[in-house]
């Protein structure tokens, strides 16, 4: 079975700060794909990033970076320099293929204060 | 800018009546999925279809929920009769099998509250 946790439920950081969402997973698959959503206070969930299992690279986009360990089951999300349109829940999420059905983690509540 | 439509955005109605919500993918995605977000337990995978195909609902109450692809731009998720249990925001999502990114797309979702 596949799951994914992620362990802070809610994350309280000061604008500027660096800050990392945890996400560990679980599967017995040895072909997967990682994923990172946002889902700001709007609603809607927005895509971030997919990784497959064959690619540990480490990747980064602008302020935003992922960490990705199959050693330690773990793909990591760091925020750097923070900001308050960065207030948002993050989800991490795991599938078998592409296109195929997501698992998603419980979600981090991250919330920039100003 | 394509995008996911979901209908509708809200919508309240009292135990017993049917509820449908309704799902136009985006155009040439041919796997469609229907999540259910509630507090308590997150986001949960209901249904999902390719090619107009079920292929999983076994996340669904069977008795109740109901699944359809009646063409290629419209997926529905109706439920009768509804319940208060049934409260919670209910996403589509589409994707293109194949795809670089493997990305899904999500709609705004449907948020359903039953009294």
């Known amino acids: 079975a596949q799951k994914v946790t992620q362990a802070q439920t809610e994350i309280s950081v000061v604008e500027k700060e660096d800050v990392t969402l945890d996400c560990v997973y679980e599967t017995r698959d040895t072909t997967y794909y990682l994923f990172w959503y946002k889902q700001p206070p709007s609603g809607e969930l927005v895509f971030l990033i997919r990784?497959?299992?064959?690619?540990?690279q480490n990747e980064i986009s602008g302020r935003y970076s992922w960490n990705f360990q199959k050693s330690t089951s773990s793909f990591n999300f760091t925020i750097t320099a923070s900001q308050v349109v960065d207030s948002a829940v993050y989800f991490c999420a795991l599938a078998r293929s592409g296109n195929t059905p997501l698992v998603f983690g419980k979600g981090t509540r991250l919330s920039v204060i100003a | 800018d394509a995008r996911v439509t979901q209908t509708p955005r809200h919508k309240v109605t009292e135990m017993g009546q049917e509820v449908t919500m309704r799902c136009q993918p985006i155009?040439?995605?041919?796997?469609v999925f229907w999540y259910r977000q509630t507090m308590m337990q997150g986001l949960e995978l209901l249904a999902y279809?390719?090619?107009?195909?079920?292929?999983?609902d076994s996340g669904m109450p069977k008795d109740r929920f109901s699944a359809e692809m009646p063409d290629a731009t419209l997926a529905t998720l109706k439920i009768q009769p509804s319940e208060p249990r049934d409260s919670a925001v209910y996403f589509c999502a589409s994707g293109l099998r194949g795809s670089r990114s493997g990305e899904l797309f999500f709609g705004e979702g449907s948020r359903l509250t039953v009294l």
């Open positions: 279809f390719r090619n107009r195909a079920p292929l999983d």
């Open positions: 155009l040439g995605h041919n796997t």
């Open positions: 990784r497959n299992s064959f690619d540990e």
